[in-house]
């Protein structure tokens, strides 16, 4: 039964959350507060609120959709009368958002949520710390590194943002803050927090290689971010973390995925869904048919939208063990039956790479391609009988990206092919025999097939510089500014100051 972590969370996360609404609460009964914590157990518990906005990473924080459906990988088409939605999912794949729909409006208050979490624990604990509390110097070390995690998809995700670091002392309306200047900030913090925590522990968990594995991100984006590259900053930090010894890449390319993935030694930070106790990974309803319930004996109906795109699916080698992934050609009941689709006069159902238009209708496509098309992705294994939430850890930060990551450093500081020993360790895992003379545009399309569906591609084809090009159904951006996405118009309406 998946997970021990969670199970005391469960039980006591509600009432830690409500009593930690004051600095002034007398949070722990009969423990002075400069005893508290008392051991690792206890300051594990003080962290649960600053953890929590991740539970909504993968769906109604809209932090998934803004890295995938903006990419070129992952598309979800309009079918029909299904999944149009105001066209928020177009506005996404076009890169014609606004600062009022979804995924926009949903990150921000996420983000916001961690870093203000984070200030009101450091603060809290500061007594215990002048009191020389190991534990508690630990638990703020760990919540800093939160608050810098926080802070990094802030600035990735919309550029200059408020940056507030005090609690008790916080401004009712913020300014913006350069983005350059908080990112060194940032820097700086996990540079002075991650010897304090432990290298090793819960995946669920800041450490110290979840803290170079966000150092590496910070400087290979440091271009991105500050206008001065430093690959080599970035390359030392993935040192720093392959040196710690503690992750490998699992045999199988989909090893890190399968339901019971708490222990994978492949992931280094992770949330860590349960069907039961910590729900939120549904992204398995958002892609499958709705006659896939079949397939998989789930107990709910699926929602038959997201696809993959025609040219990324026909990108993978047909050896390449990745592929597995993917929902292709004629489907099938968990008991080896053809399906059917009585939505589409019965006819048999099979997924086909092509999507013939990301807004397809009965006057322009038959039933079947609006109800088929796209092959579908099962990256994360859907165990007989799943429910409408997996069971699934979702890694964050894992060791094939570190590899990869490694390969990008080694190219970009030495020169086509020096990344090459990185990228095929990841190639020869997937079954595909060595390459040579890897370019950067190469290393790009390899980190596509191996972190597709895990949040990445945005972030990636903005580092590459491919970001605003054009691909299926979506034209080349005409302006700079899509490579961030504007302030949430409702928290411009409750601060002008962003608005500036």
Known sequence: MKKIFYIPIAIIILSLMSACTDLGDDLYDRIPSEKYPENETQAALMMIPIYKPLQDYCDGGGYWYAQEITGDAITAPTRGNDWDDGGKWRALHQHTWTNDIEAVNSMWSRFYRGSYEANKLIEYLQPAIDEGNEAAMITVAKAKIMRSFYYWNAIDNYGDVPFVTSYANAPDLPTKEDRAVIWQSIVDDLEASYSVVPAAGSKYAATRGMAFMLLAKLYINAEIYTGTAQWEKADIYLDSLMNLGLFALESDPLGPFVTANESSIENIFTIGYDENIYTGFNLHMRTLHYESQKTFNMSVQPWNGYAAMEDFYNSFDSNDKRKDMFLIGTQYSYDGTEL????????????????????????????????????????????????????????????ADVLLMKAETQIRMNGVGSGDEYVNMVRSRAGLSNASSITLDELLEERGKELVWEAHRRMDLIRFGKFTDSWWEKPEDDSPDRTIFPIPQWAIDANPNLGN
């Not at 999507?355 to 007989?384: C, H, W, Y």
Request: aromatic fraction near 8%.
């Open 340 to 399: 059917t689709d009585d939505g589409a006069n019965g006819a048999v159902l099979e997924f086909t790479a092509n999507i013939p238009a990301l807004k397809m209708d009965e006057v322009n496509q038959t039933l079947s391609e609006i109800r088929m098309s796209g092959a579908r992705v099962v990256k994360f294994e859907i165990e007989t009988g799943a429910s409408a939430n997996l069971s699934n850890d979702f890694p964050i930060f894992r060791y």
